[in-house]
């Protein structure tokens, strides 16, 4: 009895789209959507609509040992 229920519901799921979706919504759908709006409101706090925010390097930042650079020679290999 229960082989033939699990059975049926394999065959559901396997060949009917829309039982396909409902089931990934139960396991997948429910916990995605809260996931997103918890990035969503973790990246929008804090902003205001029009607001430009600007990210300044910190001030060692622009001192590098290296200046510029150097040209080195290469060989294509085949």
Same mark, same amino acid.
């Given at each position: 009895?229960?082989?033939?229920?699990?059975?049926?519901?394999?065959?559901?799921?396997?060949?009917?789209?829309?039982?396909?979706?409902?089931?990934?919504?139960?396991?997948?759908?429910?916990?995605?959507?809260?996931?997103?709006?918890?990035?969503?409101?973790?990246?929008?706090?804090?902003?205001?609509?029009?607001? #430009?925010?600007?990210? #300044?390097?910190?001030?060692?930042?622009?001192?590098?040992?290296?200046?510029?650079?150097?040209?080195?020679?290469? #060989?294509?290999?085949?």
């Amino acid at each position: 009895m229960i082989f033939k229920f699990l059975f049926v519901l394999l065959l559901l799921i396997a060949f009917v789209p829309p039982v396909r979706r409902f089931f990934f919504w139960l396991l997948v759908g429910r916990q995605l959507a809260r996931e997103q709006r918890k990035a969503n409101e973790h990246f929008n706090r804090g902003t205001r609509e029009g607001e #430009t925010r600007v990210h #300044t390097a910190p001030p060692d930042a622009g001192e590098s040992k290296l200046k510029g650079g150097e040209y080195v020679d290469y #060989t294509e290999v085949k």
